[in-house]
């Protein structure tokens, strides 16, 4: 009996403790392997980490499914199960940071190459008081996605989306009378409040400043009262309300739909969801342009990780997403397989500055497959992006009220649901 | 002793099972509230703020106030609407079981699918209620998109999926009231509200008490509903305090405030829990 429960703590030891003492390398968990059913960047995926280890055979990579979920995270970290190297939005970081839960990686920041060629108000977003605590690796900015078919029932022309919201309006008021939903607005699931927040970098203004609610002022009202516009009298953005983000894809996808805020990388999530063709959607920059909001993805190194897996985590990192010199092998690969290129999407996804920038544009062009002028009004748009405000999900939970307020009440006081929110995130931001 | 030991070593499989399951996670949720943890360092006991961070919280208030009114709400229908059905099942001839099954069928479905069905039937779009009053020539319903009536439609819905269970247990109720009571009513010329009254009523009134106390803290726990048909909206409207606790662990990764707020529904839900144990022991 005792044997037998020796063997038994044997075996499980062993199996916990990887094999990193045996065969000399550093054994390193990372997530974001994509799943099964999406087997194309599966394969590029497991691809990649056979290529790696390859080439540096002093590390081992276990790759673990999944993305970012914030309902398990905690519990992931308190159980020891979260991976050395982990995936995050552009949400998370400062979150992260503040509660010490991503390791610091400033000192190694300087060996990791063409790091600095990597745009600073993304390198920004993993940075707080001076350190570094993890590195971009995908961005995107928010701009109106259009449907190009929508655009041409409806009489309009598809290469002149609108530039300004008074633009939106008016297209959205001819797509309407074409008995389709003209734009569509997210109010629901902190999403609202993410959009509103758009909606006011756009028009040049920003929902927080120096640690205060910043949005119960013109610009504000200007945003209200073009939503309410178009809700109540055009009657350009459906009946229903309370939407979010799937709701919008699956009635862009469904043909129903003429604009709504989006990043690009909801072009392919549309097309591969719902069987449909690149051809027929476009891209434009934010209307008004005078600011957007920027997302985009990056990894974290586990608070729990020494320095080698740290080290060699970071190196993982480098060679995978922030490798000029893999942006034309990548591109090929995904040309060979029929897969979109064209979009600021990843294989080339928009996050360098200066020379890779060019080249990276010039290879996209060069092996582009699908129409790029279609997306070409976004990526030639200037507005300038910025990130999200501080405590981001509490604000945008209580500005999903507002979008609420303006797109289910027509009678809805818009003086009243800025200064409500106003005191409400206030509240929120003085803690 | 020998006996003893026996049982003793039965109740052992409960009781761990019991401490490790319920009672160290009631315990680790009051240490919470006391803390801030990240899960990496060791936690920071913060005495008093995480509950002072809720009190200042404008959607705390909220938060309380749609649960007591969706908790009031739910009672008057939740607790008439069954209490009517059994008493109109108990009255049937025929076809009792067909009616039995189609009322208690709700209780079936597993609550997300009742939540996501229900979601479609108010669509002010497409919907089935819509197209049934745009059928009729009579005015639509805003249903979830009004902050006026959001909350009652979701009392609604949690009515048509609970009511089954409860219409059930007033059925067995109804059923062990003697006949000779009703034929007594009936000779002394009670007509059928007199003898709901002063039969039905008097007869059941252990049952009323005890489902409307079983109701209040079960009602007062509503998530799926306003989770997955609203999120909380429109303007908070939804909002209950569930909601805000998920909000708080979930998306805000704030345990330590997520479990103060457990701790005070947990301290509402137990007065509601005492209440509901001297009713029971007091009628045993």
Known sequence: MKKSAGLLVCLLTAACSGSAQDTGKVVISINGQPPQTQAFERKIFDEDVAEFERTHPDIDVQPHEGFMDPKTFSAKLAGGQLEDVFYVYFTDPAQLIARKQAADITEYTKDIPHYQEVRQELRDVFSANGKVYGVPTANYSMGLLYSRKVFQEAGLDPDQPPRTWDEVREKAKRIKENGKVGFAEYSKSNQGGWHFTTWMKSTGGDVTKDGKADFNNANGRKVLDTLHRMRWEDNSMGDKQLLELADVQTMMGAGQLGMYLAAPDNVPTIVNQFKGNYADYGLAGIPDGKGTLIGGEGYMINPKADQKKIKAGLTWLQWKYLNPDRIEPNLKRYQEQGQPIGLPVPPAADIWTGDVRAKQEELKAKYATVPTQNFQKYMDSTAKGSIEPPNAQQVYAILDSVMQGVLTNKDADRDQLLEDAEAKVNAVLVK | MRRHLTAYGFLSGALVVFALFSWYPIVRGVTLSFQQVNFVTAADWVGWSNFERLVNDPQFAIAWRNTIAFTAIALVLGFGVPFVTAVVLNELRHAKTYFRLVVYLPVML??????????????????????????????????????????????????????????????????????????????????????IRHVTIPQTKFVLLMLALLQVVATMQVFTEPFIMTGGGPEDSTITVLLLLYRYAFVYNDFGTASALSLMLFTVLGVFSALYLRVTSREH
Request: charged share 15%; net charge negative.
């Open chain 2, 110 to 195: 597993p609550p997300v699918v009742t939540a996501l069905l229900w979601k479609w039937f108010y669509d002010p779009g497409p919907g089935l209620f819509n197209t049934v009053l745009r059928g009729l020539g009579l005015p639509e319903g805003t249903w979830l998109d009004s902050g006026r009536i959001a909350l009652v439609s979701l009392v609604v819905v949690a009515t048509w999926a609970n009511m089954g269970s409860a219409t059930l247990i007033y059925l067995a109720a109804l059923q062990t009231i003697p006949g000779e009571l009703y034929e007594a009513a009936e000779l002394d010329g009670a007509g059928v509200l007199q003898r």
